[in-house]
């Protein structure tokens, strides 16, 4: 399973926009990259799923370079409300025996000032 | 659209007794996954449910084990409770849609042994 490489940690003021880099070079062909949110005592929230180029929801941007060995979450306009941790994950979503087996790193923590 | 549910919320053991948790996926999800997350760490793989079994597993004890039952909700047991088990636990439901199978997390439970 390929590993995540992210900033433990980063600042930002309500307004800005957030973006969140992961690394991972080991990516396999079958790989989906997938990023989660999480607030303290809470389930982690599913944000954005992508394989390549841009994906764009309604919450954020996932942005995939061609060689895919690393993704960038964009959030626009944080909230202090997006104080949160978040996760990359990367992983073969379907039909592998590793399918379903999500592996979590430390995540970046995000902490938005007003 | 009921997302996905855990019971109880909170929960406290003492050292040797045995805990079930309970977990009713989202609608229309067939495969559940249980997670452990310890203070400050990302959630760790404990195992997946799909179609009544045990389809993965991760570095977990034989302490822990899990069922599924025919309506696709799931119980994770732990037997003989460490001061170590005390985690939020997490449960994740899936549908393999399209090839891929994205996870949605329950709120989780939050487990102290003392």
């Known amino acids: 399973l390929a590993k995540t490489t992210q900033p433990i940690s980063m600042d930002s003021y309500e307004g800005q926009e957030v973006n969140i880099t992961c690394s991972h070079n080991?990516?396999?062909?079958?790989?989906?990259i997938t990023w989660y949110q999480q607030f303290p005592s809470q389930g982690p929230r599913f944000i954005i799923q992508g394989y390549k180029t841009k994906v764009t929801n309604e919450v954020a941007s996932l942005f995939i370079p061609a060689d895919r060995k690393s993704s960038t979450l964009s959030l626009p306009r944080v909230s202090l409300s997006d104080t949160a941790v978040y996760y990359c994950l990367v992983g073969d979503l379907g039909g592998s025996s590793n399918t379903g087996k999500l592996i979590f790193g430390q995540g970046t923590t995000l902490q938005v000032k007003p | 659209d009921a997302g996905v549910t855990q019971s109880p919320t909170h929960l406290i053991k003492t050292r040797g007794q045995q805990v079930t948790l309970r977990c009713s996926p989202k609608s229309g999800h067939d495969t559940v996954s249980w997670y452990q997350q310890a203070l400050g760490q990302g959630p760790q793989f404990i195992f997946q449910y799909y179609e009544e079994e045990e389809r993965q597993r991760g570095n977990f004890p034989d302490r822990f084990s899990g069922h599924q039952f025919p309506n696709y909700s799931s119980e994770l047991n732990v037997n003989a409770l460490l001061l170590g088990d005390s985690a939020l636990y997490l449960c994740?439901?899936?549908?393999?849609?399209?090839?891929?199978?994205?996870?949605?997390f329950g709120p989780g439970t939050r487990l102290l042994v003392l």
């Open positions: 994740a439901s899936s549908l393999l849609i399209g090839g891929k199978e994205t996870q949605y």
């Open positions: 080991n990516i396999a062909t079958n790989d989906y």
